[in-house]
Every structure is written in C-alpha cells, then in structure tokens.
C-alpha cells in the first residue's frame, strides 16, 4: 500500500553544465575519483553557500551558471585540504578540521559545523535532518561499512554525500542523497542502521 506523504521539503540545488551538482567520475586525477568525495562534499557546501546565502567569499567563480572548468579547478584547491588517503576522509573531525582550515583561509567565519555521529538514535537523525533542511542547509554526509552492500547503497558506501532534502512518510524518512551528478531518494532508516560499530554521520551547518 501507499504511504501519505506527511511532509518534505527539498532545497534548491544547482547544476555543473549538465551534471546535478559535481560528479567525482569526471576527474581525469583518479585519486579525485577514487577517494575524493569528501573535497567534493566541501565543494558543494561553499557553492550552495555563496548562493543561497551570499557568501561569496567561499567560491572563487560566480556561483550561477557553473562550468566543469570552474568546478574542476575549485575541486582541486579544497583536495589540498581534504586529501584523499588510503582509508579516505573517514571520521567527522577529519572534514571539519581539513574543511575548517579553507574557511580560516578564505576569511569567513559565518559557516560554523557541528558533528553528528552515527551513535546518535535513529529518532535523533530524523530531527536533525528535517531541522537542517528546514532552515535551508544541506548536510553533506558520511557512510562507513553498511551491512546491505550489495543494496541500493551500494554505491554509496564508504562515501561522503549531500543530502538536500526529506520526505517524511508514516514509518519513515526519506532523504535526497546527491552525489555523482545525480539524486536518489533511501530510506534514512536503513541508512542509519549499518549493522557496524564505527559509524559515519552528518555534518551540521549553523550560519
């Protein structure tokens, strides 16, 4: 059967010429392609940023019509501070600390961050999604190990992504993941339930 749709909201994203936010696949670098989600995840919060909210100062190109040049040539000043390595950017602090420093260097401090880890309740992650979006902020997103590997989530493991929007259903949240420039819709509550100690989690944005 159906379920109502109780709620939702998606935030306005932006395109790279065709490509529904950047696509990691396109790097010709294959260390960018293969481990550079969470530069990526960096690259999308500042343009999301610059133009909803008018920080410019986070993105060095107009923010409105973004070219793959633009895009590809910004992905590769924020990989100097979210490098890929072998395990990837593969806790919360290691983004907050490496995409903390571009912010100290690009001279704005109304971008603050607060870490949200996968230990939190499911209930938790819910409030904390629909809250974030709600107050128009997408909440880049951080995927260890997850038991259903061979699922929908395939592609999505051991990845950092954007979520950009909810769908609040009956026994459910779905959530707007971007990343490889594209969107799919997964159900948070198997996202959040990974069957796996070491836990990723959700980057919380205040301005």
Not at 84 to 109: K, S, V, W
Request: net charge negative; glycine share 8%.
């Amino acid at each position: 059967m159906k379920q109502t749709i109780l709620d939702k909201n998606e935030l306005e994203y932006f395109f790279v010429e065709e490509s529904y936010g950047g696509n990691q696949d396109l790097f010709p670098d294959v260390t960018m392609r293969d481990g550079g989600c969470g530069a990526i995840a960096a690259c999308e919060s500042c343009i999301y940023f610059a133009r909803t909210n008018g920080i410019k100062k986070l993105y060095p190109h107009q923010s409105q019509e973004i070219s793959w040049k633009e895009y590809h040539d910004f992905a590769y000043v924020m990989k100097h501070y979210l490098c890929p390595r072998p395990n990837g950017i593969d806790t919360l602090e290691l983004f907050m600390e490496g995409f903390g420093e571009y912010l100290a260097d690009a001279h704005d401090d109304r971008l603050q961050m607060e870490a949200f880890h996968g230990t939190h309740t499911y209930e938790e992650a819910v409030e904390a999604v629909c809250r974030q979006i709600d107050n128009a902020c997408l909440i880049p997103y951080l995927m260890l190990k997850h038991k259903n590997e061979k699922g929908p989530l395939e592609d999505y493991i051991w990845h950092w992504f954007i979520l950009a929007g909810y769908e609040k259903k009956e026994d459910d949240l779905l959530v707007k993941a971007i990343s490889y420039g594209e969107h799919k819709w997964f159900s948070l509550k198997e996202m959040w339930d990974t069957g796996y100690d070491k836990k990723g989690g959700m980057i919380l944005y205040h301005i």
